[in-house]
């Protein structure tokens, strides 16, 4: 079996339609990409304890807990950005 080299070069053998290679290629499809989402605050919002992260979450929507109680233990949560203000949150 001879390798198309249009599909790299597989270490495995592998079937594809006989019109594979003439489907659009994805960047064709999609010019502009993106990483995906980021939220540049990962350690306030990403977790692998759930209790954790909804004791994090739940504290810094507490009216009763202060701004700079958050900071303490959040300091990215309450981290001001050009985009982002923490203290302009109609929330608290």
Known sequence: MVPLLGLGL???P????????AWP?????FPISF???KTSRDDF???IDR?????RIEQYFDTSVSDDEVRQSSPTAMSKTKSFDPSRLLIK
């Not at 290629?25 to 499809?29: F, I, S, T, V």
């Open 35 to 37: 990483p995906g989402v």
């Open 10 to 12: 597989p270490f495995i």
């Open 45 to 47: 919002v990403v977790d």
């Open 51 to 55: 209790e954790r992260l909804v004791k």
């Open 14 to 21: 592998s079937m594809v339609s006989a019109d594979y290679l």
């Open 25 to 29: 290629e994805l960047p064709d499809m």
